[in-house]
């Protein structure tokens, strides 16, 4: 046992992981460090940029602002959650993100998808208005707001079921 620590359990994309934190741990630097999920990413750390937003109970919430001991039976969701565990095949957001060219560096995507999903989840209609609200908490260095925008359109067309392909 480390000095201090607190055993929590933690859901994580649908599995339980008996943990031992200490209290001052993040929830972004225990699922990047204890869990290997580096799909979670760390910029800022002062919850200004959103690289680091996870889904707790399906709403985006900025990890590295959030205490691991927190999250304890909460459903949290991260990037590495988001594709079908049994196939593989990519969520229609991811898809969307690849065909519509949404990333660029990348930093910002895993976060960008989490956000469209929670989203979508709640509005399978958004509207450009919509869309650009739900990820104004998330910071794109590279300036690909566009791309992301029709990339969250076009993954909301496929979900209804449209067939909105490159």
């Not at 995507?109 to 999903?117: E, F, G």
């Not at 300036?143 to 993954?155: A, F, H, L, M, T």
Request: net charge negative.
């Amino acid at each position: 046992m480390i000095d201090g620590a607190i055993p929590v359990t933690l859901r994580v994309n649908g599995d339980d992981y008996q943990l031992e934190v200490e209290p001052q741990w993040t929830l972004a630097d225990t699922l990047r460090e204890r869990l290997g999920l580096t799909g979670t990413k760390m910029m800022c750390e002062q919850g200004e940029c959103g690289a680091c937003t996870v889904l707790i109970n399906g709403l985006p919430v900025l990890s590295c602002l959030t205490l691991a001991i927190e999250c304890q039976g909460m459903d949290i969701m991260t990037i590495e959650g988001v594709a079908d565990p049994q196939t593989g095949e990519l969520h229609p957001i991811q898809q969307a993100f690849v065909e519509r060219s949404g990333m660029q560096c990348g930093v910002c995507t895993p976060a960008m998808v989490l956000t469209a999903k929670a989203l979508l989840d709640e509005n399978d209609s958004p509207t450009e208005g919509d869309i650009r609200q739900a990820l104004a908490g998330n910071i794109c260095r590279c300036g690909n707001y566009k791309r992301i925008v029709e990339c969250v359109q076009v993954s909301a067309e496929m979900m209804r079921g449209g067939k909105a392909h490159a």
